[in-house]
């Protein structure tokens, strides 16, 4: 009798959650999750509105929640400044070469200490894990130094030379590879690959979701990045676009319209770079963070 009526139970309180599924279409969770979504989007809300107000809508005091219109004049003022391309394509230039380089030597350092083992590798891999809690107020002088001894100080070079590889990269690449199975690799080099080609030909193709991963994260930080390029960089023709705007905020500061209007130009292809991997990065950081 027991057991009867604990079935019982059972398949009630089953049939009470399909019936609250029933009437859900969504899980319960998006009734907490979509509020707090809301909060964390009303900056960039915000920064659409006001992109498309006018100067005495922004200044007015209480501001105005919404536009009366759309006014496009802060674009036209921010496209119509003659160094504004070029600030984009300098970041642009910055980013990309940033994240190809992230990607290769990503991608051979941390197959290295994946699957090789040489004199000294754990302790190497260590030091290398330890700069990434080295802040780089302690680091902006030497790097500055190292830059200015090989002649790329107020260039693109200067940008681009520190940025070339980073122990995240490494890192989370290793973890991921860690996770393949080494079955795979073994019957590459008994058909006679070498480690190059099995990395490039195997393990790679295998290793989408960590190299989506290390792309965005490599394009969002230097897209973003403006203490070293403030650091590195005096002439405003070699300006990124996160200086530039800087600049040009302080030169025109009462033209919010065209300081919002810039500052959504920057965000977009940041925005539409994370919401093209968004599935890639979660998946990646999923699987290389679980193995050590």
């Known amino acids: 009798m027991t057991a009867t009526a604990t079935t019982q139970r059972r398949a009630a309180h089953a049939g009470v959650n399909r019936k609250s599924r029933a009437r859900l279409p969504f899980s319960a969770w998006h009734l907490l999750l979509a509020p707090l979504a809301l909060i964390f989007a009303i900056p960039l809300i915000w920064l659409v509105l006001s992109s498309v107000m006018s100067n005495a809508e922004i200044n007015r ?81 030497p790097t500055f130094l190292v830059m200015k001894s090989l002649g790329l100080i107020d260039s693109l070079g200067a940008l681009i030379v520190p940025s070339l590889v980073t122990p995240f990269a490494v890192f989370l690449l290793r973890q991921f590879f860690l996770s393949l199975p080494r079955e795979l690799e073994e019957a590459a080099w008994m058909d006679g690959c070498t480690r190059l080609r099995v990395l490039f030909r195997i393990v790679l193709p295998l290793s989408r979701p960590a190299l989506s991963t290390v792309a965005i994260l490599t394009f969002l930080t230097t897209w973003n990045d403006l203490t070293w390029p403030l650091i590195a960089i005096s002439h405003d023709t070699q300006y990124t676009l996160q200086l530039g705007l800087a600049n040009f905020q302080g030169r025109h500061h009462t033209q919010w319209a065209a300081v919002m209007a810039g500052n959504l130009i920057t965000v977009l292809p940041v925005l539409l770079a994370f919401i093209g991997a968004q599935k890639s990065f979660i998946r990646s950081i999923t699987s290389s963070g679980l193995k050590g």
């Open 61 to 141: 005091f209480p501001p105005a929640l919404w536009p009366s219109g759309i006014n496009l004049g802060g674009f036209r003022y921010v496209l119509n400044n003659a160094l504004f391309p070029r600030w984009f394509l300098n970041s642009l230039i910055v980013s990309g070469v940033a994240v190809v380089s992230n990607l290769v030597f990503g991608s051979l350092g941390g197959y290295a200490f994946a699957r090789m083992r040489f004199f000294g590798s754990r302790t190497l891999l260590v030091l290398m894990l330890a700069t990434m809690a080295i802040p780089f107020q302690l680091t902006m002088i």
